[in-house]
């Protein structure tokens, strides 16, 4: 398989990993007997691709309009990740990203190694396909080099043949070129700076696998082979192509169905070989507010076809696992997961955080060396805005898992009055505690908006004097099943819109006792990801200097 002749030495140092300290509280695959069980990520990595570089494994995934741009993952195993790194810290065109751009941006990437680089190749819906690539998976990587302008133009993947003749296929978004359910086979330099053709049609799913994208391109044993998902992000299915000439025609076969297990999807991702030369798929499944969440399948080939995950059912078709045995990667390694939990003793934003558009210099400040906190500054809204959909400002993380609670301690200190921070969880619908100073004092309260794409109001629950500046804020998350009691109950509530994560707000002026603000509310996922959950500090109206909210720390827990 020409995916296992991907080699280099690359030696970790410990600065990587500085700012990741401790296991997740509230999601961890690895399950110590040498097992795992899925999703292997309970959080928003919509569209990974997976390569193994020597010993080390590389995950990256879309980050649309939220920046840092183009997460990078690594394991030693497949099953235990964390975040190292993106690969910019501003997404271009730097003008048109300052501001807010709700499901454009970074769409499925795929990363390669070829000839000592590391190379990634991501669409941005709306411009074209960009290229980028690194000496080191930590970078410093290239500036984005837009190698195609063209509207729709989506889920790139580059492929170097045995020859050295190097190509890219891709697919197509209807939303913004009016085709869909075709994939694209380019010609492209070896340097893959170009594409040397205008591309043609190598496949065409409209009538049994319709919405066809996110092709990865591989070889194996004498066929080339896509790897496609197919059918829609919530019920569809993978398929594989196969042919002995790149430019086809190709047999197709599906490979992967949700069958009678409980993923739904299952969709796009990327195969990898292990050192010990198994196959596995990694792909993602949504989820609805948790997004697009990560699972791990073993591959296995029968009569040149890959058989992705489990045939329960005997009709050649794969389903996903819940547990399975993990990789066989000769060695066994601890258990990590993704960052979450934030002390901010770093003079470095913690890599797990995302601002909603390219930070501005004023957004904040790291002051972990010295203070042991995040200084948030109280920015003053757009004009424009009716409510927090187009506030570039907010500092946000994935959700974790299907249940847990996300505890932040910050000491406010405005300088005006109409001056707020608080505890988000992001989304079409959002909601949110936060402490405010007004001509009457110091306040907190719940803040609720539904609808929020459109310019609906807040809703705001009554406002809690608080004699104190140093609060404590909490939101605790729960999957909220159509089995449980009070289901029917939550989704049927007024203004709560139907949503699988159920929060519930409240705030302790001692870090003891709580006191529940407003109204429950379900998260429901944003434009292409999942709800998340943050901290934003603002103002209304410009004044000479305003004030901030330093965050002694963010914490999930149970």
């Known amino acids: 398989m020409q995916f296992k002749k991907i080699f280099v030495v690359f030696l970790f140092g410990s600065k990587l990993f500085a700012q990741h300290s401790g296991v997740s509280a509230v999601w961890t695959a690895d399950n110590g007997n040498g097992t795992y069980r899925n999703p292997i990520i309970h959080a928003d990595y919509s569209d990974p691709d997976v390569i193994r570089v020597e010993d080390d494994y590389y995950l990256i995934s879309s980050s649309f309009n939220y920046v840092p741009g183009l997460p990078i993952l690594?394991?030693?195993?497949?099953?235990?990740?964390?975040?190292?790194?993106?690969?910019?810290?501003?997404?271009?065109?730097?003008?048109?990203?300052?501001?807010?751009?709700?499901?454009?941006?970074?769409?499925?990437?795929?990363?390669?190694?070829?000839?000592?680089?590391?190379?990634?190749?991501?669409?941005?819906?709306?411009?074209?396909?960009?290229?980028?690539?690194?000496?080191?998976?930590?970078?410093?990587?290239?500036?984005?080099?837009?190698?195609?302008?063209?509207?729709?133009?989506?889920?790139?993947?580059?492929?170097?043949?045995?020859?050295?003749?190097?190509?890219?296929?891709?697919?197509?978004?209807?939303?913004?070129?009016?085709?869909?359910?075709?994939?694209?086979?380019?010609?492209?330099?070896?340097?893959?700076?170009?594409?040397l053709d205008e591309g043609a049609l190598v496949f065409d799913g409209h009538y049994q696998h319709p919405t066809v994208e996110g092709p990865k391109l591989y070889k194996h044993n004498g066929y080339y082979y896509i790897l496609a998902p197919a059918g829609g992000v919530g019920q569809g299915w993978q398929i594989a192509l196969r042919s002995k000439q790149i430019e086809g025609p190709y047999e197709v076969r599906k490979v992967l169905e949700k069958g009678k297990s409980q993923t739904n999807g299952p969709h796009q991702g990327g195969l990898v070989e292990t050192q010990t030369g198994e196959t596995w798929f990694i792909h993602f499944q949504d989820k609805d507010a948790y997004g697009r969440i990560v699972h791990l399948e073993p591959v296995r080939w029968e009569k040149g076809w890959p058989v992705i995950g489990i045939d329960r059912d005997g009709n050649g078709v794969g389903e996903p696992v819940d547990v399975f045995r993990k990789p066989q990667v000769g060695k066994t390694y601890p258990v990590q997961t993704p960052q979450e939990s934030d002390e901010f003793n770093s003079n470095q934003l913690g890599l797990q955080w995302q601002w909603e558009a390219n930070a501005g210099n004023n957004f904040a400040l790291p002051a972990g060396i010295n203070y042991g906190f995040l200084r948030l500054f109280n920015v003053p809204l757009p004009d424009s805005v009716q409510n927090l959909w187009d506030v570039p400002n907010i500092l946000t993380q994935k959700f974790p898992a299907p249940n847990f609670t996300a505890i932040t301690k910050l000491t406010f200190t405005p300088h005006t009055n109409d001056e707020e921070t608080g505890l988000i969880i992001t989304g079409i619908d959002y909601a949110y505690v936060s402490v405010k100073k007004t001509e009457k004092g110091v306040f907190v309260s719940q803040?609720?908006?539904?609808?929020?794409?459109?310019?609906?109001?807040?809703?705001?629950?009554?406002?809690?004097?608080?004699?104190?500046?140093?609060?404590?804020?909490?939101?605790?998350?729960?999957?909220?099943?159509?089995?449980?009691?009070?289901?029917?109950?939550?989704?049927?509530?007024?203004?709560?819109?139907?949503?699988?994560?159920?929060?519930?707000?409240?705030?302790?002026?001692?870090?003891?006792?709580?006191?529940?603000?407003?109204?429950?509310?379900?998260?429901?996922?944003?434009?292409?990801?999942?709800?998340?959950?943050?901290?934003?500090?603002?103002?209304?109206?410009?004044?000479?200097?305003?004030?901030?909210?330093?965050?002694?720390?963010?914490?999930?827990?149970?």
């Open 74 to 195: 690594h394991s030693k195993d497949l099953v235990n990740w964390t975040i190292i790194g993106h690969v910019f810290l501003k997404q271009p065109p730097y003008e048109h990203y300052n501001k807010v751009q709700h499901g454009g941006g970074v769409w499925a990437p795929s990363i390669r190694y070829h000839s000592g680089n590391f190379y990634i190749f991501y669409p941005d819906p709306d411009i074209g396909i960009y290229m980028v690539k690194a000496k080191n998976i930590t970078g410093p990587w290239s500036e984005p080099l837009l190698i195609k302008k063209a509207k729709g133009w989506i889920d790139p993947c580059p492929f170097w043949d045995d020859n050295g003749k190097a190509y890219l296929i891709n697919g197509i978004a209807a939303s913004r070129s009016g085709i869909k359910s075709i994939l694209i086979l380019n010609r492209m330099t070896p340097e893959g700076t170009k594409l």
């Open 447 to 558: 803040s609720r908006c539904f609808d929020a794409e459109h310019g609906k109001p807040e809703i705001k629950s009554n406002a809690i004097p608080v004699n104190t500046n140093t609060l404590y804020f909490k939101v605790e998350v729960a999957n909220v099943l159509e089995n449980d009691p009070d289901y029917e109950l939550f989704n049927t509530s007024e203004n709560c819109k139907k949503g699988n994560a159920k929060c519930i707000f409240s705030f302790s002026q001692d870090g003891v006792i709580y006191i529940k603000v407003g109204e429950p509310f379900a998260a429901r996922k944003g434009k292409w990801v999942g709800a998340k959950v943050g901290l934003f500090a603002i103002r209304r109206g410009v004044t000479y200097e305003t004030g901030y909210s330093d965050v002694d720390w963010f914490r999930i827990e149970k």
